[in-house]
């Protein structure tokens, strides 16, 4: 696979290459890096043919935005897409700092919900100030649904929808942005958007993966009947298709079930017995789907980002995808079995 080959966002008119880099882990996810350990890692991704990257403002409060920013500024503006969110809007703590334990070390702002108007507005333009750019290409609304705002979720859809939404498609027509969607861990809340919105794409995390598939694949399926594109992200499920059924291993952002290792025990052994990682086939599985265009990298090391670019480009024989459908570990219907 050429992970640098570009392909169509929707009906945008954009193009993103096949692999992405998530921009969390410039954020000091879990792990420090210093603005040269940061820059270290985009060069090694720009190098490596990624020209489509991704942040958010609450990635480290705006730390991710900043750096980002810094690495791209002198790049020709058309030869990179980039992608950022709203919904939240970074309020200066002013000596009382919210940490979250996920993004260690956060700028000194704290995150505050704004589905509105104004609120997107006002997260575009603070997203232009952080990346020091007069355009963004792609605008996903951040973390709207269920999973994140429980009760008060049919709240915040509401201020989306009455808002939001109206923010995003006069960005849009006016040329500010060129697409724009959701970045989310939850399929309703995409189901959704396609009924009362019109997305070019959505960012999912974690719910298209190799241990993942049947719950997305209706979701996939409308998506490529509206052209409404996808990027995975999260293809590991928070760790355990990189690291393999190890003892404390994690699956979606907690410890992996017994039922989770054995599945993945099975997994992992019927990817060695046709020579093909565990890692790689996790990364090539999203793509079997035409709907979706790139797969979203989220490393924070150029050691696990050189390993992912080569498991990307090594070749996963056919018969790997009939062999885990035969065992009901990938769904049939997910590689065209």
Same mark, same amino acid.
């Given at each position: 696979?050429?992970?640098?080959?570009?392909?169509?966002?929707?009906?945008?008119? =954009?193009?993103?290459?096949?692999?992405?880099?998530?921009?969390?882990?410039?954020?000091?996810?879990?792990?420090?890096?210093?603005?040269?350990?940061?820059?270290?890692? @985009?060069?090694?991704?720009?190098?490596?043919?990624?020209?489509?990257?991704?942040?958010?403002?609450?990635?480290?409060?705006?730390?991710?935005?900043?750096?980002?920013?810094?690495?791209?500024?002198?790049? +020709?503006?058309?030869?990179?897409?980039?992608?950022?969110?709203?919904?939240?809007?970074?309020?200066?703590?002013?000596?009382?700092?919210?940490?979250?334990?996920? &993004?260690?070390?956060?700028?000194?702002f704290n995150p505050r919900y704004d589905y509105?108007?104004?609120?997107?507005?006002?997260?575009?333009?603070?997203?232009?100030?952080?990346?020091?750019?007069?355009?963004?290409?792609?605008?996903?609304?951040?973390?709207?649904?269920?999973?994140i705002h429980g009760d008060l979720a049919d709240?915040?859809?509401?201020?989306?929808?009455?808002?939001?939404?109206?923010?995003?498609?006069?960005?849009?027509?006016?040329?500010?942005?060129?697409?724009?969607?959701?970045?989310?861990?939850?399929?309703?809340? $995409? &189901?959704? $958007?396609?009924?009362?919105?019109?997305?070019?794409? &959505? =960012? =999912?995390?974690?719910?298209?993966?190799?241990?993942?598939?049947?719950?997305? =694949? +209706?979701?996939?399926?409308? $998506?490529?009947?509206?052209?409404?594109?996808?990027?995975?992200?999260?293809?590991?499920?928070?760790?355990?298709?990189?690291?393999? +059924?190890?003892?404390?291993?994690?699956?979606?952002?907690?410890?992996?079930?017994?039922?989770?290792?054995?599945?993945?025990?099975?997994?992992?052994?019927?990817?060695?017995?046709?020579?093909?990682?565990?890692?790689?086939?996790?990364?090539? &599985?999203?793509?079997?789907?035409?709907?979706?265009?790139?797969?979203? @990298?989220?490393?924070?090391?150029?050691?696990?980002?050189?390993?992912?670019?080569?498991?990307?480009?090594?070749?996963?024989?056919?018969?790997?995808?009939?062999?885990?459908?035969?065992m009901e570990i990938a769904s049939p219907a997910?590689?065209?079995?």
């Amino acid at each position: 696979m050429d992970v640098t080959t570009r392909r169509p966002l929707g009906a945008s008119g =954009l193009e993103v290459t096949v692999a992405s880099y998530g921009g969390g882990s410039l954020a000091n996810f879990y792990r420090r890096l210093t603005n040269d350990d940061a820059a270290a890692l @985009l060069d090694a991704a720009w190098n490596s043919g990624i020209r489509y990257f991704d942040t958010a403002p609450v990635y480290g409060r705006g730390r991710s935005e900043r750096r980002l920013g810094a690495f791209l500024d002198g790049k +020709p503006r058309d030869s990179f897409v980039i992608s950022t969110k709203v919904g939240r809007i970074m309020e200066p703590a002013r000596g009382n700092l919210q940490e979250d334990g996920i &993004f260690l070390d956060p700028a000194p702002f704290n995150p505050r919900y704004d589905y509105s108007y104004d609120g997107v507005m006002r997260s575009y333009e603070h997203s232009l100030q952080r990346l020091g750019m007069d355009r963004v290409d792609i605008l996903y609304v951040h973390d709207i649904g269920e999973m994140i705002h429980g009760d008060l979720a049919d709240a915040r859809l509401g201020e989306l929808k009455d808002g939001g939404l109206k923010a995003l498609e006069e960005l849009r027509s006016s040329g500010d942005i060129s697409a724009y969607g959701l970045g989310v861990n939850e399929l309703q809340a $995409c &189901f959704d $958007c396609l009924e009362y919105g019109d997305p070019d794409a &959505f =960012l =999912l995390a974690g719910r298209y993966t190799l241990l993942e598939q049947s719950a997305a =694949l +209706p979701l996939l399926d409308k $998506c490529l009947e509206r052209q409404v594109s996808v990027v995975a992200g999260s293809v590991f499920n928070s760790g355990i298709l990189a690291t393999g +059924p190890v003892p404390g291993a994690h699956y979606n952002y907690g410890e992996a079930s017994k039922q989770v290792l054995e599945t993945v025990r099975r997994m992992e052994a019927t990817c060695r017995d046709h020579d093909v990682e565990l890692a790689t086939a996790a990364l090539h &599985f999203p793509l079997t789907h035409p709907a979706v265009v790139s797969v979203l @990298l989220g490393v924070g090391t150029t050691t696990s980002l050189a390993r992912n670019m080569a498991s990307l480009q090594a070749e996963v024989p056919d018969v790997l995808w009939r062999e885990l459908a035969k065992m009901e570990i990938a769904s049939p219907a997910a590689i065209g079995a």
